[in-house]
C-alpha cells in the first residue's frame, strides 16, 4: 500500500492519522507540491494528495481514506457517529470554512478582503459553532472522541497557527482546550516524522 503525503496538508494530516489509528502500515511517498511525481499522477491525475493506492484501487479523498481505515480497525470506536451530522460537520469545514483559512492564511492572494472581515466569517461559519459543540460536551460529537474530531483538527491547527497571538484572543476557550489536546496527542506526534521527497 503506498501513501503519497505532504507533510503540513490537513487533509494528509487526517488520513495520515486515520491510517496509523488503524494500524494499517503504508509506504509513504512525501511529495513536492510544486514538482509532483508522475507515478502519482498516473494513479490519481487530478494532483493532490493524500492519495492511498491499495493494488489496483485508488482512494483520491482524504475522507474516504479515512472512512476506509476505520472499517479496517476501529478499536476506539471512531467509527460510531451519526453519519448526517458528521457529514454536516465535514462539509463546513472542507467547503466555507477551509475557503475563509486560505483567505486568512494568503491575505495578499486576496488583497481586495479584509482580514477582520475574514475571520469574523471564520469564527460565524465553523469557529463559534465549534466552540458552541465543544463547551457542551469533551468532542465534537458529544463525550467520546469520533473520526470527525481528527478530520477537522488539522484544518484549526493550521488556522491557530496563522497569527497565534491573535487566535489566543479569540472567545473560543473550549476550541482551545480540544486543539491542544489534540497536538499532545500521540497519534497526531506519530505522524509528523520529517520523510525525505519521494523520486520515482
Ligand atoms: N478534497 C481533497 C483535497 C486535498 C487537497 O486539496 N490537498 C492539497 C494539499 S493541502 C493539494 O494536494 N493541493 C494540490 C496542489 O497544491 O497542487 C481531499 O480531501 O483529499
Given at each position: 500500500m503506498?501513501?503519497?503525503?505532504?507533510?503540513?496538508?490537513?487533509?494528509?494530516?487526517?488520513?495520515?492519522?486515520?491510517?496509523?489509528?488503524?494500524?494499517i502500515d503504508v509506504?509513504?511517498?512525501?511529495?513536492?507540491?510544486?514538482?509532483?511525481?508522475?507515478?502519482?499522477?498516473?494513479?490519481s491525475p487530478k494532483g493532490t494528495v493524500p492519495v492511498l493506492c491499495i493494488g489496483d484501487v485508488v482512494l483520491e479523498q482524504s475522507v474516504d481514506i479515512m472512512r476506509w481505515a476505520i472499517e479496517?480497525?476501529?478499536?476506539a470506536g471512531l467509527g460510531n457517529v451519526d453519519e448526517v451530522i458528521?457529514?454536516?460537520?465535514?462539509?463546513?469545514?472542507d467547503g466555507l470554512f477551509?475557503?475563509?483559512?486560505?483567505q486568512y492564511k494568503y491575505p495578499n492572494r486576496y488583497p481586495n478582503l479584509?482580514?477582520?472581515?475574514?475571520?469574523?466569517?471564520?469564527?460565524?461559519?465553523?469557529?463559534?459553532?465549534?466552540q458552541q459543540s465543544l463547551q457542551n460536551a469533551q468532542y465534537l460529537l458529544g463525550s467520546k472522541m469520533t473520526w470527525v474530531d481528527v478530520?477537522?483538527?488539522?484544518f484549526i491547527r493550521q488556522f491557530s497557527m496563522v497569527d497565534p497571538k491573535r487566535f489566543e484572543r479569540l472567545p473560543i476557550p473550549a476550541i482551545k482546550?480540544?486543539?491542544?489536546?489534540?497536538l499532545a496527542s500521540e497519534l497526531f506526534n506519530a505522524v509528523m516524522h520529517k520523510h525525505p521527497v519521494w523520486m520515482d
Amino acid at each position: 500500500m503506498i501513501l503519497y503525503s505532504y507533510r503540513r496538508c490537513p487533509y494528509a494530516m487526517r488520513a495520515r492519522m486515520a491510517l496509523k489509528y488503524a494500524g494499517i502500515d503504508v509506504e509513504h511517498r512525501e511529495i513536492d507540491l510544486r514538482n509532483k511525481p508522475q507515478s502519482m499522477l498516473a494513479r490519481s491525475p487530478k494532483g493532490t494528495v493524500p492519495v492511498l493506492c491499495i493494488g489496483d484501487v485508488v482512494l483520491e479523498q482524504s475522507v474516504d481514506i479515512m472512512r476506509w481505515a476505520i472499517e479496517h480497525s476501529d478499536p476506539a470506536g471512531l467509527g460510531n457517529v451519526d453519519e448526517v451530522i458528521a457529514q454536516n460537520w465535514i462539509n463546513q469545514n472542507d467547503g466555507l470554512f477551509k475557503i475563509l483559512l486560505d483567505q486568512y492564511k494568503y491575505p495578499n492572494r486576496y488583497p481586495n478582503l479584509d482580514q477582520e472581515a475574514v475571520l469574523s466569517e471564520a469564527l460565524k461559519v465553523m469557529l463559534l459553532p465549534m466552540q458552541q459543540s465543544l463547551q457542551n460536551a469533551q468532542y465534537l460529537l458529544g463525550s467520546k472522541m469520533t473520526w470527525v474530531d481528527v478530520a477537522i483538527f488539522p484544518f484549526i491547527r493550521q488556522f491557530s497557527m496563522v497569527d497565534p497571538k491573535r487566535f489566543e484572543r479569540l472567545p473560543i476557550p473550549a476550541i482551545k482546550r480540544w486543539l491542544n489536546q489534540h497536538l499532545a496527542s500521540e497519534l497526531f506526534n506519530a505522524v509528523m516524522h520529517k520523510h525525505p521527497v519521494w523520486m520515482d
